[in-house]
């Protein structure tokens, strides 16, 4: 037995009330650009600019526990994400931490770093490890004043300190300081046994700026290529249609976003990029059975041909949206904070782009009116990339 969502005949009238689809659609986009203009979106690092830290542990990442120990800090926005690596070693396991730009500089400073680091390396059990430089005769001098606060000489190196897992932050003031008071100590550095930070990047204001104007740019050109191809391979009344439907799609995913205050970063721009490919493929679709229904029902008025198209190709779009939705529910779910947005955008996108193919494009082209008689060439359309195939 074949699953079906839908008959497969139906007999809708989707224009009956293309008015109130059409208002619906309007006021949508007029309540999503409002939100956008009023609260703006909710910008992440990407777009804000902040601090990209990689680190490197023995024991496996847990991003609970490092999510637990970098809160104290009060940092604002911060992912975590581990990296995954074939050619990574049994005892290499690599995270990815973005902290937001503070108090709008353009990096984090380097004492928030330590602290960070101080933090993590608690989180990760490791002793905390005083390496100084200087003078190798002062050894014994900083062995007899570090002992007290639990410093311990190395058996590797005579300059080489540890301290206990767990340690307070001011344990490095005091370490600090008792290195400041010999003069043959020329500089002191912290390490952690089991943890380390291999890198620090900062992305700025300014490189920020240019990311969301290439962003915006991005998905313009990705609209405007669109409009070109309908063009090309339809009429000029298809492309109006179908880039009415995908400006729609965009902007009331925009809306969301704005209205819930989701963390807009360059994972959306990509979902914003792909809604609109998803989109544009329903569209495709309804279009071209309705340049079929064209050719063949010559006598019927355009919103019945327009009805009889969509009401064939309904079950194919159906199947379509709810398989790529159960995929994407279920990313939603069981795939983490880290694609979330992602996700989210995607499963939006697809409610929508679906809407848009359906009642948006096709009211439009109904609206518009199109060239009855396709087995003459038409002065509008007359170029090679006409008569394309799907």
């Known amino acids: 037995m074949r699953l079906r969502l839908v008959p497969e005949e139906t007999s809708f009238d989707f224009f009956k009330r293309a008015k109130l689809w059409l208002g619906i659609s309007a006021l949508m986009m007029v309540v999503g650009f409002a939100s956008f203009l009023l609260q703006g979106l909710n910008f992440g690092i990407d777009f804000r600019g902040g601090t990209t830290i990689r680190t490197e542990a023995v024991e496996a990442v847990d991003v609970g526990a490092y999510r637990d120990a970098l809160a104290t800090h009060g940092l604002g926005d911060v992912s975590i994400t581990e990296v995954f690596d074939p050619a990574f070693e049994e005892d290499q396991h690599v995270a990815m931490i973005r902290i937001q730009a503070q108090d709008e500089g353009e990096a984090i400073s380097g004492e928030l770093i330590e602290n960070v680091a101080h933090s993590l390396g608690n989180a990760t059990g490791s002793d905390l490890v005083a390496v100084f430089e200087g003078d190798v005769e002062s050894a014994g001098i900083l062995a007899d004043a570090l002992s007290p606060i639990g410093g311990k000489n190395s058996l590797d190196a005579e300059m080489v300190f540890e301290f206990p897992a767990g340690s307070a932050f001011d344990l490095r003031e005091k370490i600090k300081s008792i290195a400041t008071q010999n003069a043959a100590i020329s500089k002191v550095g912290f390490e952690y046994s089991n943890f380390k930070i291999v890198s620090v990047e900062s992305v700025g204001p300014k490189v920020s700026g240019e990311l969301i104007q290439t962003a915006v740019i991005a998905v313009v050109l990705a609209i405007a290529a669109v409009l070109v191809y309908i063009w090309l391979r339809f009429e000029w009344q298809f492309a109006l249609g179908a880039v009415a439907a995908l400006v729609h799609d965009v902007v009331l995913t925009i809306g969301v976003f704005s209205e819930l205050q989701i963390k807009f970063d360059l994972a959306i721009i990509a979902a914003l990029l792909t809604i609109v490919g998803y989109s544009l493929n329903d569209t495709v679709v309804v279009f071209d059975r309705v340049r079929e229904n064209l050719r063949r029902y010559k006598k019927k008025d355009l919103a019945e041909v327009l009805n009889i198209s969509i009401n064939e190709t309904l079950s194919r779009t159906m199947m379509t949206s709810v398989t790529t939705l159960l995929a994407l529910i279920s990313l939603y779910v069981l795939g983490g904070d880290v694609i979330r947005g992602f996700v989210f955008a995607m ?39 006409g008569n394309i195939d799907a």
């Open 347 to 385: 499963i939006w996108g697809v409610i929508v782009g679906t809407y848009s193919s359906v009642f948006v494009a096709s009211t439009i082209l109904l609206k518009l009116g199109v060239k009855r008689d396709w087995s003459k060439q038409a002065n509008t359309t007359g170029n090679q990339f």
